[in-house]
């Protein structure tokens, strides 16, 4: 097969694919990923052929100019903590016309659409592999007659307020009939001469890496895959110091690369978490590089600051993990068995942060309670209550039972051969 696999700028939201692309290439599939020039260097860096497509703007254009009207809209717990059913029709309104006119639309720009969809009618793809906010991806597929599926990195929020804004459109008043993502797909779709329909927004089925406990179950095809740490955003070495196991319990603490790269919000602020872990009985590990570390005050005798460690090397060292709620850096941290303390407040994180936390498998702190003393309290708890450690080994062991990408393969050929010849009649 031909499989064109696409994802908008940002390597963070790209790093879930390589795994899958890899077992699709030694599968003997011809892979091909597209995005704007931004990621270039990024895919082929995974070893991975890429097709350049459109212009920029990256992830940092976009959050510098609306990243906070966007922050704004989602600071609503019912939405943060997946209470969607409580949500008003208002909220769900504003949330579609929101994230198409001030996210969606500046990462699938026209330019980038344009040149994926003359890529895809050249190259023919027989599969479109899409991240779920590269609608681009949706588009070059039915404007060229491939099968195409939504790749998950993440739980499906989006997807989950998407369903129930569609149900309330069904049931309510004419005024709240304003579909702004429907309206926007069927624009550019038209542009194409194709016509819109929901598998646009879904996919035609889901590849999705989340463990069970956390999926969120849609009613959509979903194909599950084992989570596959790859942190190649930067080369990863494994240095000397991480050959013998500790001495004492180790704590990775790490605000992940997209705060680096992106200027999105930083949950972790490295005095704060200085204090809280001075004079503790544990070795803290965190992952600051030059611009952050020019930041910090005194670093605490038992602090070891480096600026990049591979997480899967580090990990399965570690007690505990503290961190900012990133999908690559809870997905590493779920899949190695390690109790995790999460920081983050923003989108899934905190629907990821509160289930660990239902599960017994890490403690979540919200910005607002963040402080030294509590911090303090509650690593002490997860590095000396051994529960955290053995559920988060159980949730280890459910991601470990899922089918790993060189054996979805098979079903994604399955897949491609039922869907592919019904959304070439579509775009016809």
């Given at each position: 097969?031909?499989?064109?696999?696409?994802?908008?700028?940002?390597?963070?939201?790209?790093?879930?694919?390589?795994?899958?692309?890899?077992?699709?290439?030694?599968?003997?599939?011809?892979?091909?990923?597209?995005?704007?020039?931004?990621?270039?260097?990024?895919?082929?860096?995974?070893?991975?052929?890429?097709?350049?497509?459109?212009?920029?703007?990256?992830?940092?254009?976009?959050?510098?100019?609306?990243?906070?009207?966007?922050?704004?809209?989602?600071?609503?717990?019912?939405?943060?903590?997946?209470?969607?059913?409580?949500?008003?029709?208002?909220?769900?309104?504003?949330?579609?016309?929101?994230?198409?006119?001030?996210?969606?639309?500046?990462?699938?720009?026209?330019?980038?659409?344009?040149?994926?969809?003359?890529?895809?009618?050249?190259?023919?793809?027989?599969?479109?592999?899409?991240?779920?906010?590269?609608?681009?991806?949706?588009?070059?597929?039915?404007?060229?007659?491939?099968?195409?599926?939504?790749?998950?990195?993440?739980?499906?929020?989006?997807?989950?307020?998407?369903?129930?804004?569609?149900?309330?459109?069904?049931?309510?008043?004419?005024?709240?009939?304003?579909?702004?993502?429907?309206?926007?797909?069927?624009?550019?779709?038209?542009?194409?001469?194709?016509?819109?329909?929901?598998?646009?927004?879904?996919?035609?089925?889901?590849?999705?890496?989340?463990?069970?406990?956390?999926?969120?179950?849609?009613?959509?095809?979903?194909?599950?895959?084992?989570?596959?740490?790859?942190?190649?955003?930067?080369?990863?070495?494994?240095?000397?110091?991480?050959?013998?196991?500790?001495?004492?319990?180790?704590?990775?603490?790490?605000?992940?690369?997209?705060?680096?790269?992106?200027?999105?919000?930083?949950?972790?602020?490295?005095?704060?978490?200085?204090?809280?872990?001075?004079?503790?009985?544990?070795?803290?590990?965190?992952?600051?590089?030059?611009?952050?570390?020019?930041?910090?005050?005194?670093?605490?005798?038992?602090?070891?600051?480096?600026?990049?460690?591979?997480?899967?090397?580090?990990?399965?060292?570690?007690?505990?993990?503290?961190?900012?709620?990133?999908?690559?850096?809870?997905?590493?941290?779920?899949?190695?068995g390690v109790p995790q303390i999460s920081l983050g407040g923003v989108w899934d994180v905190v629907y990821r942060a509160r289930r660990i936390e239902q599960l017994g498998a890490g403690l979540y702190l919200p910005p607002g309670e963040v402080s030294a003393s509590n911090l303090r309290a509650t690593l002490v708890r997860v590095l000396e209550e051994p529960s955290f450690r053995?559920?988060?080994?159980?949730?280890?062991?459910?991601?470990?039972?899922?089918?790993?990408?060189?054996?979805?393969?098979?079903?994604?050929?399955?897949?491609?051969?039922?869907?592919?010849?019904?959304?070439?009649?579509?775009?016809?």
């Amino acid at each position: 097969m031909r499989i064109l696999m696409t994802c908008f700028a940002e390597g963070s939201h790209f790093s879930g694919s390589v795994p899958l692309a890899w077992a699709l290439r030694t599968a003997g599939h011809e892979v091909r990923v597209a995005s704007q020039p931004a990621l270039t260097g990024t895919i082929t860096g995974a070893g991975l052929t890429a097709v350049p497509v459109g212009s920029d703007p990256a992830l940092h254009t976009v959050l510098g100019a609306v990243g906070g009207d966007i922050m704004a809209l989602h600071d609503v717990a019912d939405y943060l903590e997946k209470r969607h059913e409580k949500l008003p029709t208002a909220f769900l309104k504003g949330h579609e016309t929101v994230m198409t006119a001030l996210f969606y639309s500046w990462i699938n720009n026209e330019s980038m659409v344009d040149d994926l969809v003359t890529f895809a009618r050249a190259w023919r793809p027989d599969l479109v592999i899409w991240e779920p906010f590269t609608f681009a991806g949706a588009v070059a597929a039915r404007a060229s007659g491939a099968a195409h599926a939504r790749l998950l990195s993440f739980p499906d929020m989006f997807g989950s307020t998407r369903g129930l804004f569609l149900d309330r459109l069904a049931a309510g008043a004419a005024e709240h009939h304003d579909d702004t993502l429907g309206e926007w797909l069927s624009w550019t779709l038209g542009r194409y001469g194709c016509t819109f329909d929901e598998e646009a927004v879904t996919g035609q089925w889901s590849i999705d890496q989340m463990p069970p406990s956390i999926r969120l179950s849609l009613g959509h095809a979903v194909v599950p895959m084992r989570y596959i740490p790859y942190n190649g955003q930067i080369p990863t070495v494994v240095p000397d110091w991480l050959w013998a196991q500790p001495e004492r319990p180790r704590v990775c603490v790490t605000a992940g690369m997209t705060a680096r790269a992106t200027g999105a919000p930083n949950a972790i602020l490295a005095d704060e978490v200085f204090d809280a872990v001075d004079g503790l009985d544990a070795e803290v590990v965190a992952t600051l590089n030059a611009a952050e570390q020019d930041l910090v005050g005194t670093v605490p005798d038992n602090v070891r600051v480096v600026e990049h460690v591979p997480l899967e090397a580090l990990l399965p060292t570690c007690t505990a993990i503290v961190h900012h709620g990133g999908a690559g850096t809870w997905a590493t941290a779920t899949a190695t068995g390690v109790p995790q303390i999460s920081l983050g407040g923003v989108w899934d994180v905190v629907y990821r942060a509160r289930r660990i936390e239902q599960l017994g498998a890490g403690l979540y702190l919200p910005p607002g309670e963040v402080s030294a003393s509590n911090l303090r309290a509650t690593l002490v708890r997860v590095l000396e209550e051994p529960s955290f450690r053995q559920q988060a080994e159980l949730l280890r062991d459910e991601v470990r039972s899922e089918p790993h990408p060189n054996e979805v393969v098979g079903v994604l050929q399955r897949l491609t051969a039922r869907h592919h010849g019904r959304t070439a009649t579509a775009a016809r």
